[in-house]
T-cell receptor
């Protein structure tokens, strides 16, 4: 089944404790992206990747890192989480950038205390 | 910068009736795509319908159809014969058709749709 998976789905952590949210897709998509969803703000892009080893900042990159060492994986790293990073996070992928439809993972709900 | 606006934070409809959700956007580009995504309580983002800006014909997917007015930069979603399973948050989104632009989806704030039995 074609899908985007994320782990963990739920995470409670404390300020400053490094964490990684994994994202994997099995559709051989070149483009992958991370979004965060906050009430009243819709979804906002954090980082994106056009292909392996090609990543760039989105609209709200502060406090986040990403890497794209393999085509299928695009982990989101929070080196020192803070309470303002409490949010719902989505990974998405599409065959290409531009016209391709983006498909979303199930979301990761993060609470930073 | 592109913006997407959904002016209706909440809408409700009776089961089997028709409802229209509004969306406007602002862009200086001519080649772009518009989407409606549905987010049920499970929080999964589900693609409902997609419209290419270069197409004059409005997209349709079963009970879902859009009214795309390019000059007015309007992109409304009509749900016919509403069902209880349609209850969800609906997001309008825009994506420019440029490989080098970051290709982000720009989302509106969302409209929470309630379907009453």
């Amino acid at each position: 089944e074609a899908q985007v998976t994320q782990n963990p789905r739920y995470l409670i952590t404390v300020t400053g404790k490094k964490l990684t949210v994994t994202c994997s897709q099995n559709m051989n998509h070149e483009y992958m992206s991370w979004y965060r969803q906050d009430p009243g703000l819709g979804l906002r892009q954090i980082y994106y990747s056009m292909n392996v080893e090609v990543t760039d900042k989105g609209d709200v990159p502060e406090g986040y890192k990403v890497s794209r060492k393999e085509k299928r994986n695009f982990p989101l790293i929070l080196e020192s989480p803070s309470p303002n990073q409490t949010s719902l996070y989505f990974c998405a992928s599409s065959l290409l950038a531009g016209a391709s439809t983006q498909y979303f993972g199930p979301g990761t709900r993060l609470l930073v205390l | 910068a592109q913006t997407v606006t959904q002016s209706q934070p909440e809408m409700s409809v009776q089961e089997a009736e028709t409802v229209t959700l509004s969306c406007t956007y602002d862009t200086s580009e001519s080649d772009y795509y518009l989407f409606w995504y549905k987010q049920p309580p499970s929080r999964q983002m589900i693609l409902v319908i997609r419209q290419e800006a270069y197409k004059q014909q409005n997209a349709t997917e079963n009970r879902f159809s859009v009214n795309f007015q390019k000059a007015a930069k309007s992109f409304s979603l009509k749900i016919s014969d509403s069902q209880l399973g349609d209850a969800a948050m609906y997001f309008c989104a825009y994506r420019i058709n440029l490989e080098t632009s970051g290709s982000r989806l720009t989302f509106g704030e969302g409209t929470q749709l309630t379907v009453n039995p």
